[in-house]
């Protein structure tokens, strides 16, 4: 029987237990032993043709099912969201969130509109509150045991990197609308800054570069800028293709050092 | 095509001990916690014995592959770690219990570990049997869907050394792994201990001296970062002699490092 697999009509009959030679059912049952296509077949032509067998059958799953271990449960979706979320980075998400809030209150609370948005000058900083917290001994809380792990590297801070991003631009996009600070001046900055904290970050540890890039950036930008009640220059949008350089350069270390991802934690 | 195979493809995968370390020294901070320390371990179970700040954690962090050692060579399994910066194919084959394990408080037993097994790359497939079979031998088969808030100091200890085991590591590391535990528990954990023992190479890092004098094969006694003796509990009862203490081992324990100490200065 090489490939020939059981003829619906034989199939029939063997599932309505009807009669014929003895070697022709042993040859039906010993194909049906190594056969999972046929015995889903049989399965279909017992419900059709023998009713009593099925419901004989049901019985039978019903009284034991009680009595059978039960398999383990699967883990709840919110927790599969921790593969890419890490669990110390949601409270650091809710207070990014209000940053944000307060920014554009104060934005929308300037009738004079003589400063420039609050949003748009925090808004390349903003995703580093996050960020900050993928990677870091006192916030999260098994940092031992993650930094431990065959996963800790460069694909792992990604992922934490990119859910954070996936919270934080929308909502800065949002914000962005209200508060009149178009994403072509903020984006790229923004994706430059996070790619910065990521490649400084192997050198001195993730948390210690986002404090001080978001403290240079307030420092050199949004305090002179307040002061000048202006636009700075590096938010104009005729200046992407410098933030888009910036993207690629640091983009390109990060790769070059992949490896030195899993050495994180001794590298602070 | 037919693929070449390289040399390093075909380099037999023996080694004669699970741990090695030569002339190795770790930083602590700015202080060397391990200095030049000479360590050759197998399979069984290795009581790794100190006072406070000998540099028991920071040896075991080390052999986790957490710290960079800062000198010498440190070989695991057979794979040369110091230095080298893919460690992911041997992290898959250690399990760490962290003297500090921090622990989410919302998740339960069974998702804490399945979070975990994710993390040391388990095949999807292969999860949820291993995390059912580490949460069994750990003895927290009812709690296991309990959220790990709601759990006991000890309990939630446990639950740390079931991370630990989950990956069915052949290098196990565990940091003070009886601290919280009842004494009934603590009797489970050596039955553990010794069941692991037959085919992983387990080094506990205590200050208990009575649990390495009753479920290891073999005791190491750090010093000031210095290996100042290694053998049998046995052989540590017989250095004991008449000093202080309640127990040979203890007597022994005191005896070797005022040895050590009086011979440094």
């Known amino acids: 029987m090489t490939g020939a697999h059981i003829s619906p009509p034989l199939l029939a009959r063997y599932a309505a237990g009807g009669s014929g030679p003895a070697d022709l059912w042993w040859a039906v049952e010993a194909h049906l032993e190594t056969c999972g296509e046929c015995r889903d077949r049989l399965g279909e032509a017992v419900t059709r043709h023998s009713p009593a067998t099925a419901a004989l059958v049901e019985t039978v799953r019903v009284a034991l099912a009680d009595r059978l271990p039960q398999p383990a449960t699967r883990p709840a979706r919110h927790r599969r969201l921790a593969r890419w979320a890490a669990p110390a980075m949601l409270p650091r998400l809710a207070a990014t969130g209000l940053v944000v809030l307060a920014a554009l209150g104060l934005d929308l609370a300037d009738s004079t509109g003589r400063f420039p948005s609050l949003v748009l000058l925090l808004a390349p900083v903003v995703p580093l509150l996050p960020v900050a917290a993928a990677w870091s001994r006192g916030l999260d809380p098994a940092y031992e045991l993650v930094i431990a792990s065959p996963r800790a590297g460069l694909e792992l801070v990604l992922r934490r990197t990119a859910a954070a991003l996936l919270v934080v631009i929308p909502m800065l996009a949002g914000a962005g609308v209200l508060a009149g600070a178009s994403p072509a001046r903020w984006l790229l900055p923004c994706l430059a800054f996070t790619a910065g904290a990521l490649a400084l970050g192997e050198l001195v540890g993730l948390y210690r570069a986002a404090t001080a890039l978001a403290l240079g950036w307030a420092a050199v930008v949004v305090a002179p800028s307040l002061v000048r009640a202006r636009v700075p220059v590096l938010l104009e949008p005729a200046v992407w293709p410098g933030w888009a350089a910036a993207v690629v350069v640091v983009g390109l270390v990060m790769v070059l050092r992949r490896r030195a991802y899993a050495g994180l934690a001794s590298a602070r | ?265």
């Open chain 2, 1 to 265: 095509m037919v693929r070449a195979i390289g040399p390093d493809e075909t380099i037999p995968t023996r080694y004669g001990y699970a741990v090695e370390a030569e002339r190795l020294t770790v930083r602590a901070g700015r202080r060397l916690a391990v200095d030049g320390l000479e360590l050759a371990l197998g399979y069984g179970v290795h009581g790794l014995l100190g006072p406070n700040g000998a540099g028991k954690t920071t040896l075991i962090r080390a052999l986790a592959t957490v710290l960079r050692p800062a000198g010498g060579s440190l070989t695991l399994l057979g794979e040369r770690v110091d230095g080298r910066l893919d460690l992911r194919a041997v992290r898959r084959r250690i399990g760490y219990l962290p003297q500090e394990f921090g622990y989410y408080r919302r998740f339960t037993v069974r998702e804490f570990l399945e979070y975990l097994a994710w993390l040391k790359e388990l095949p999807a497939q292969d999860v949820p049997g291993a995390v059912q079979r580490a949460i069994d031998r750990i003895g927290l088969s009812d709690r296991a869907d309990h959220k790990l808030r709601t759990l006991s100091g000890g309990m939630r200890r446990r639950v740390g050394i079931a991370q630990a085991i989950v990956n069915d590591p052949e290098l196990l590391l565990l940091d003070e792994p009886t601290a919280g535990l009842d004494p009934d528990q603590r009797l489970q954990f050596r039955a553990l201990l010794r069941e692991l023992a037959a085919d992983t190479c387990v080094v506990v890092a205590t200050h208990l001296v009575e649990d390495v004098a009753a479920a290891c094969t073999d005791v190491l006694l750090l010093d000031e970062g210095q290996l100042v003796f290694q053998g049998t509990p046995a052989d540590l009862a017989d250095a004991g002699g008449e000093g202080e203490g309640d127990s040979p081992a203890e007597r022994g324990y005191a005896e070797l490092i005022r040895r050590h100490r009086a011979g440094r200065r």
